[in-house]
Antibody
Framework: EVQLVQSGAEVKKPGESLKISCKGS????????IGWVRQMPGKGLEWMGL????????RYSPSFQGQVTISADKSINTAYLQWSSLKASDTAMYYC????????????WGQGTLVTVSS | QSALTQPASVSGSPGQSITISCTGT?????????VSWYQQHPGKAPKLMIF???NRPSGVSNRFSGSKSGNTASLTISGLQAEDEADYYC?????????FGGGTKLTVL
């Protein structure tokens, strides 16, 4: 059974750094992409970017380029999303999701990680 | 890169059919046959319902179908059921990443 398990909810202050994780199981991790999707409170879904676990090819949507860093450690089947300096506007639910080799849709989703940034 | 355009809300009675539209440009919806649709119930993660315009993943009811014409894709749900009440998002591939629509709230009357 394919599963993506994300790290727990975080409460941070503006300016702090953060790295959240997404661990895959039940499939060959290096044959797929992992993408990240933001959902701000009461709002819609936003593509952030994706990483191919086979060679770490990483792509960012224009709105998120330079704002976050996507990485992975294939030895432990885990992808990451990180911020170097959080803003209040980063408060959102963040989902990781798997994409097939042709990365045009998300076929399995994690449960989401709620990030709250508040002074 | 603006979000794809979806109606904010649609509604229908049990047993009826509804269609949700998703309009983009020649750089996304119109340029690729890589439109997907997701269902999201409140407080839950999204679920893939349609991929590559009209393909259903295993386990998704055949009451859900997708199509595309030009820069507009559509999701049709036939034989509406109470459990279909949810938010629906379209998505399209575009220049190495993707883009979502703004979402449509489906109400089953």
């Amino acid at each position: 059974e394919v599963q993506l398990v994300q790290s727990g909810a975080e409460v941070k202050k503006p300016g702090e750094s953060l790295k959240i994780s997404c661990k895959g199981s039940g499939y060959i991790f290096t044959s797929y992409w992992i993408g990240w999707v933001r959902q701000m409170p009461g709002k819609g879904l936003e593509w952030m970017g994706l990483i191919y676990l086979g060679d770490s090819d990483t792509r960012y949507s224009p709105s998120f380029q330079g704002q976050v860093t996507i990485s992975a450690d294939k030895s432990i089947n885990t992808a990451y999303l990180q911020w170097s300096s959080l803003k209040a506007s980063d408060t959102a639910m963040y989902y990781c999701a798997r994409l097939p080799l042709a990365p045009y849709h998300f076929d399995y989703w994690g449960q989401g990680t709620l990030v709250t940034v508040s002074s | 890169q603006s979000a794809l355009t979806q109606p904010a809300s649609v509604s229908g009675s049990p047993g009826q059919s509804i269609t949700i539209s998703c309009t983009g440009t020649s750089s996304d919806v119109g340029g690729y046959d890589y439109v997907s649709w997701y269902q999201q119930h409140p407080g839950k993660a999204p679920k893939l319902m349609i991929f590559d315009v009209s393909n259903r993943p295993s386990g998704v009811s055949n009451r859900f179908s997708g199509s595309k014409s030009g820069n507009t894709a559509s999701l049709t749900i036939s034989g509406l059921q109470a459990e279909d009440e949810a938010d629906y998002y379209c998505s399209s591939y575009t220049s190495s990443t993707g883009i979502f629509g703004g979402g449509t709230k489906l109400t089953v009357l």
